[in-house]
């Protein structure tokens, strides 16, 4: 019998072997058998499906209709994710994290590619289209998170693959030294002028958040969150454990800190839920400094985390005072006080403190076994901070 195209301009052609086919990189791909479907409907979605694949001279996804896929894998930590957000154990920083991480994969693999016929040639693809010319730190981060989510797959609590996943040689981490080695020149770092001139020109909320930064090694999201429970303005200290990890930490401040915060608490403003009473910092409008926007709260609240969304006033005011200053560049952001403050610091030779101060875990069983760092420690880590940032004041 001899098949026909259903229409002239149909991609696939009638083999003679009874099969729907077509020419790829001078090899013929096959798209099932005509006889049991003669339209060729199931054959052309096929093909759409895995055209860019073929084109681009990869294997073709592997379709079982029994088969965990990318997406059903992806689907399944991310739902188990949104559910430990809810009960309070995790960040939503980290939930759209991990959303990021597996839209990643599904764009790499494809939503329906079984996820059992993943082997060493598909991650070293992955290294190459998505990892090349990255920095060090951040493929190793980006491949501990994507072996994370293909050995949820197969663990010491479920089974949801007959065998683990291998992911070949190539896909090794950079080695942890390698990820330490730090580029020479400015980086993230400010110079004692621009800060100088930086905190000469805010005003508002934002000059105490840059004083705290510098003081404290603060993040934008760390005075955003920083409530009236862990500050103490009569003795000058601040206890507010790091959002990211809950990390305790404790810093004294100093009395340009104190004064610019005493300076702002005069006309903050009154917050717009009674849920935000407590935080330190608000808005013009009453609302935390940074915060999902209302479309990602109200999705995060039904399990959907496609849009989680961020609006970060604190950043966006910092970055507009960069560019008046003439001195916004790449690397340079509010986060850039917490990396100034961390090399700054590092100058009184006390690590361990300077990572108390910072919220750093230190690698290694002392700090399992070490409870607190003495005050005078981390006092004496600020006020070299605070030399080197106000020189003038030495000399006094």
Not at 242 to 255: E, I, T
Not at 266 to 281: E, G, I, Q, T, Y
Not at 371 to 392: G, I, K, M
Request: net charge positive.
């Amino acid at each position: 019998m001899k098949y026909r195209k259903p229409r002239p301009d149909f991609p696939l052609f009638p083999h003679s072997t009874g099969r729907w086919a077509k020419k790829v990189r001078g090899k013929l791909e096959y798209f099932g058998r005509i006889k049991d479907d003669p339209k060729g409907e199931r054959a052309l979605a096929e093909w759409l499906d895995q055209r860019d694949l073929l084109l681009a001279g990869r294997r073709r996804r592997i379709i079982k209709a029994d088969a965990l896929t990318v997406a059903d894998l992806a689907n399944r930590l991310l739902t188990w994710k949104v559910s430990q957000y809810k009960a309070g154990n995790i960040k939503v920083q980290t939930v759209r994290m991990w959303y990021n991480v597996c839209a990643l994969v599904v764009a790499q693999f494809g939503a329906k590619q079984a996820v059992e016929d993943l082997g060493p040639d598909d991650f070293q693809r992955l290294m190459e289209s998505q990892l090349a010319g990255k920095g060090p730190v951040w493929r190793r981060n980006l491949m501990n998170n994507i072996r994370a989510l293909f050995t949820f797959a197969f663990n010491d609590e479920q089974r949801l693959i007959s065998a683990p996943v291998l992911f070949g040689a190539a896909f090794r981490k950079p080695k942890l030294a390698r990820c330490r080695e730090r580029q020479k020149g400015e980086g993230r770092v400010f110079s004692q002028q621009q800060l100088g001139e930086i905190i000469s020109f805010s005003s508002g909320a934002l000059r105490p958040m840059i004083l705290l930064g510098i003081n404290c090694g603060f993040g934008n999201n760390d005075c955003s969150t920083l409530t009236f429970a862990n500050l103490d303005l009569e003795d000058g200290w601040h206890s507010h454990p790091r959002p990211k990890n809950g990390v305790r930490r404790r810093c004294p401040l100093w009395n340009e800190t104190v004064a610019s915060i005493r300076e702002w608490l005069k006309v903050r403003p009154s917050p717009a839920d009674p849920l935000h009473s407590d935080l330190v910092f608000l808005t013009k409008n009453g609302l935390p400094y940074v915060r999902l926007n209302n479309r990602a709260r109200e999705g995060l609240s039904s399990g959907r985390i496609d849009h989680l969304e961020w609006v970060n006033t604190a950043g966006n005011r910092f970055a507009w005072i960069l560019r008046r200053l003439g001195i916004k560049r790449k690397g340079l952001s509010f986060y850039s006080l917490r990396h100034t403050f961390e090399t700054i610091g590092g100058g009184a030779k006390d690590q361990i403190a300077v990572d108390a101060i910072m919220g750093h875990v230190t690698p290694g069983m002392g700090t399992t076994y070490r409870d607190s760092v003495d005050d005078e420690r981390l006092r004496e880590v600020t006020d070299y901070v605070h030399a080197w940032l106000f020189p003038a004041d030495k000399n006094e």
